[in-house]
């Protein structure tokens, strides 16, 4: 091997390490470290564990749940609040095959998907309720979009349709039993008071205590607002 080979392979190997030494004094890595670790210590921890065993739970308060994937995923979503989790995501993933993925046909939506939603969703508030963790647990359930308010298919199906889809808020200080917007009779389009979706989004910051224009700054130091001129429904709140 030649002398300027060597030296060549020399000088990248002293660039790699200035560059390790630079990454290892960097702040952003030093706080993925705190956080990766904090994470490590909430899902590792003896409470959380103990969380996710939902045969824990009476059989009655299961089976008002649903004895299916949403449902038991709901209570286990309530097990993770008690045990210190501070955000929860819970998905329709399909329980028994029926999504609400309707393009073909809506057959399976007053038959399964609206009875096993209105069935957990109030178990899990009622259950919440109970135990005095609604009292600061803001609870969203929300899809991605509506469906289209004619059918696209002789058996009813549904494309994709982003102009009105409701939402239902519930915890956190919302006041019960509010209804805000309304659509016209074929649930197309807004009639009154229409909601955008970066003011559902100020709205829940509005409920965790963050302002709506917070800005946070991006990895050049650049300040970025969280939302874009978008005001929080205060009207939900008692």
Same mark, same amino acid.
Request: with cysteine; charged share 30%; net charge neutral.
């Given at each position: 091997?030649?002398?300027?080979?060597?030296?060549?392979?020399?000088?990248? !190997?002293?660039?790699?390490?200035?560059? *390790?030494?630079?990454?290892? $004094?960097?702040? #952003?890595?030093?706080?993925?470290?705190?956080?990766?670790?904090?994470?490590?210590?909430?899902?590792?921890?003896?409470?959380? =564990?103990? &969380?996710?065993? +939902? *045969?824990?739970?009476?059989a009655a308060l *299961?089976? =008002?749940?649903? =004895?299916?994937?949403?449902?038991? #995923?709901?209570?286990?979503?309530?097990?993770?609040?008690? &045990?210190?989790? *501070?955000?929860?995501?819970?998905?329709?993933?399909?329980?028994?095959?029926?999504?609400?993925?309707?393009?073909?046909? #809506?057959?399976?939506?007053?038959?399964? !998907?609206?009875?096993?939603?209105?069935?957990?969703?109030?178990?899990?508030?009622?259950?919440? #309720?109970? $135990?005095? !963790?609604?009292?600061?647990?803001? @609870?969203?359930? +929300?899809?991605?979009?509506? $469906?289209?308010?004619?059918?696209?298919?002789?058996?009813?199906? $549904?494309?994709?349709?982003?102009?009105?889809?409701?939402? +239902?808020?519930?915890? &956190?200080? /919302?006041?019960?039993? @509010?209804?805000?917007?309304?659509?016209?009779?074929? %649930?197309?389009?807004?009639?009154?008071?229409?909601?955008?979706?970066?003011?559902?989004?100020?709205? /829940?910051?509005? %409920?965790?205590?963050?302002?709506?224009?917070?800005? /946070?700054?991006?990895?050049?130091?650049?300040?970025?607002?969280?939302?874009?001129? %978008?005001?929080? /429904?205060?009207?939900?709140?008692?």
């Open positions: 091997m030649t002398l300027d080979r060597t030296l060549g392979r020399v000088s990248l !190997l002293d660039q790699f390490d200035a560059e *390790r030494r630079e990454l290892e $004094r960097s702040r #952003s890595i030093r706080d993925y470290d705190r956080l990766r670790s904090k994470a490590l210590d909430l899902v590792t921890s003896e409470r959380m =564990r103990a &969380a996710f065993d +939902v *045969r824990r739970e009476p *299961r089976d =008002r749940y649903g =004895r299916h994937l949403f449902g038991q #995923s709901a209570l286990l979503g309530r097990r993770m609040l008690e &045990a210190g989790a *501070r955000f929860v995501t819970v998905l329709w993933d399909c329980p028994d095959g029926y999504s609400w993925d309707s393009h073909r046909t #809506s057959n399976d939506v007053g038959k399964h !998907l609206l009875p096993g939603l209105d069935q957990t969703f109030s178990a899990l508030l009622e259950d919440m #309720s109970d $135990r005095g !963790l609604l009292d600061e647990t803001l @609870v969203v359930c +929300v899809g991605e979009m509506g $469906r289209t308010p004619r059918p696209d298919t002789t058996s009813w199906g $549904r494309g994709h349709w982003s102009y009105c889809f409701p939402a +239902v808020l519930a915890g &956190a200080g /919302i006041r019960g039993g @509010v209804l805000y917007g309304r659509s016209d009779k074929d %649930a197309a389009w807004p009639a009154d008071q229409p909601v955008t979706p970066a003011m559902l989004s100020a709205t /829940i910051f509005h %409920a965790l205590g963050i302002l709506p224009d917070t800005r /946070i700054h991006d990895a050049f130091g650049r300040p970025t607002p969280i939302l874009d001129n %978008a005001r929080p /429904i205060v009207e939900l709140f008692g």
